[in-house]
């Protein structure tokens, strides 16, 4: 399946002037901030690079970036949101999205009239929306902000990486992959890890840090 312009166009068939597709990244990881993505495109924009979007995880590192430079070059308006390690540790995940999101949403420069979220709702943000379940793989709009999250969020663990070394950061980008889990039994949790994922707590607690 590849994302169409279909649920774009339908709710800018009510009427509404400016969709934004909104994602997240991240929220699986055991280090690094739950990261989001709003974008407002052009609907119908026929550049030859459209043809390539599509969910973030089916996706080369190579053309995720490509794209991203395009969407960032010929978006009406792109936002970034994230949600701290301290916050998803105090709120769980699911908020820390939401979190994510509306600040990714308030950092457009073009403000919204209605929205296109991939599996969530936002209820504290009082505009009108769409959520659909795999609408990274659906909605064009969704899948580009999918990949503006996945390529910020990526390049902020590369950071990390050299900060906190040892971890590999720059390999796993945070996910609990065995180089982490290993990593993490030996040197213990850094300040970015999450210390209310079981992996970590239990590492915390002196027990082995198993997946």
Not at 57 to 71: A, N
Not at 86 to 108: F, K, N
Not at 172 to 177: L, R
């Amino acid at each position: 399946m590849s994302p169409s312009w279909n649920w774009d166009r339908a709710l800018l068939s009510r009427g509404h002037r400016f969709l934004a597709g909104v994602d997240e990244v991240g929220r699986g990881p055991l280090a690094g901030p739950v990261m989001a993505g709003a974008v407002i495109l052009p609907i119908g924009l026929n550049s030859t690079w459209i043809a390539e979007v599509n969910d973030s995880k089916l996706l080369s590192p190579r053309v995720r970036r490509t794209l991203s430079d395009r969407i960032w070059e010929e978006a009406l308006a792109v936002g970034i949101g994230s949600a701290s390690t301290d916050e998803i540790d105090r709120v769980g995940i699911v908020p820390a999205t939401r979190l994510a999101m509306g600040r990714a949403i308030r950092r457009l420069k073009v403000s919204p009239d209605c929205l296109l979220i991939d599996a969530m709702r936002l209820p504290e943000v009082a505009l009108p929306q769409e959520s659909i379940i795999r609408g990274d793989s659906i909605s064009i709009s969704i899948a580009a902000a999918s990949i503006v999250a996945k390529v910020a969020r990526d390049r902020l663990m590369v950071k990390m990486d050299s900060r906190y070394p040892g971890f590999g950061f720059q390999r796993n980008k945070g996910y609990g992959t065995p180089e982490h889990l290993k990593a993490l039994g030996r040197l213990g949790p850094c300040p970015i890890h999450r210390l209310t994922f079981a992996p970590v707590s239990a590492c915390r607690a002196g027990l082995p840090p198993l997946s």
